[in-house]
Structures are given as C-alpha cells and as structure tokens.
C-alpha cells in the first residue's frame, strides 16, 4: 500500500516525464537540443581544460602545457574515455535532431569540427610518454557505432517480421 509521500514522489516524478500524444514532439525537440549542446559544452571545456589544469613550469620534470591530472594515468583515462563518451553521444543527438533541417551540413562540419578541436586538444595536454588514445577514439566512436548497430538490428527484424508475415 502506497503511503501519502510515496504517492507525493511518484506524482511529481510522473509529472515531468515525457508524454506519448500529450506532449509537442517540437519541444520535446527543443529540450534535447539544449540539454544535449549543454552537455556537449561542458565536456568539451573539460577536456581542453583538464581538472586541475595544466603544468607551467618544467619543475620536478613536468612538462609545461601537461595534463596535472594525468600524473594519475588511471584515473585521467578513466576521465578522458567517459568525457569522451559524453561528449560524442551529445554530438550524436543534436546531429540527429538538426537532420534534414536547414543548415544541416553546416552543424554536421561544425560538430565534426568540435571533435576534432576535442581531439587535437587533449592530444595536446595529455603527456607524451602515456599513449592509450585507442580507448579514448574507441570512446568517441562507441555512441556512433551502437546507433549504428540499433539501425542495423531494426532493419533486420523488420525484413525477417516482413518475411514471416508471407507464409
């Protein structure tokens, strides 16, 4: 039996999810296109001003212009893949939500544009001696390839009900 607070929650959690038939697919649009560029800006700032900033002097044999927080190989990997991850599943949205729109192309190199910003700049604070930028392009690449897959597994299972419906 549900409690007077459990439904209170449960009310107000209901309240803000989406709505099948009730809800305008244009704003809904709308909300993901904001909460996806502010996802995709605070992933890239992360990444081209690393936590804990960079060094600027070569004492203690840093190098000037390094990641501090690369000191800590593990967890800056940690950091930079799941960065990464957010910042091209963001990517992925609002190119996905712009298609066919007007000035489509122009976000499409803008975007790639940004990756490759991304890529270039944490190539450029990450130390030189800690190469394992295969995880991090795998990162980058994960949110496009899954989308791909799903399109792919949906083609299929729609070929194989189309199939099943002959006989």
Known sequence: MATPSTKRSKSWFTHFQFKDGEDSTTEVRNVLLIVATLIAAVTFQAGVNPPGGVWQDDDHGHTPGSAIYASRKQAYYVFLVFNTVALSTSVLVIMSLTYRFPFHLEILIATASMLVTYGSAIFAVTPHESYRFKYVLTAAALPFL?????????MCKSKIYKCSENF
């Open 146 to 154: 899954l989308r791909g897959l799903i399109r792919m597994f949906d």
